[in-house]
Nanobody, 124 residues
Framework: QVQLVESGGRLVQAGGSLRLSCEAS????????MGWFRQAPGKEREFVAT????????YYADPVKGRFTISRDNSKNTMYLQMNSLKPEDSAVYYC?????????????????WGQGTQVTVSS
């Protein structure tokens, strides 16, 4: 059974940096695209970043382009989100997700496994 566990969320000051991690169980991690999504109170879940099975293809939501970097280490069954120049608008619960195929996918319906989420709060 697949389990995804996020870690690294915490309170940070605006302009600061944070790295989120998502560790997956099982032996099939390297076969699938992965993604990060976030949800702030009162708002819909939104796409943040995605990466294909090998790490060779990535896509980012416009609000985080140039500030966030998604990566993966298949030998460790782990995906990362490096978050730099953080803004209060980035505050949300961040979710790790595993896709249904090898492709990078920007829509939530491309994913079938989700982590429990990790809280990121950016103070001004």
């Amino acid at each position: 059974q697949v389990q995804l566990v996020e870690s690294g969320g915490r309170l940070v000051q605006a302009g600061g940096s944070l790295r989120l991690s998502c560790e997956a169980s099982g032996n099939t991690f390297s076969n699938y695209g992965m993604g990060w999504f976030r949800q702030a109170p009162g708002k819909e879940r939104e796409f943040v970043a995605t990466i294909n099975w090998s790490g060779g293809t990535t896509y980012y939501a416009d609000p985080v382009k140039g500030r966030f970097t998604i990566s993966r280490d298949n030998s460790k069954n782990t995906m990362y989100l490096q978050m730099n120049s953080l803004k209060p608008e980035d505050s949300a619960v961040y979710y790790c997700a595993m896709g249904t195929t090898f492709q990078a996918m920007t829509a939530p319906w491309g994913y079938d496994h989700w982590g429990q989420g990790t809280q990121v709060t950016v103070s001004s």
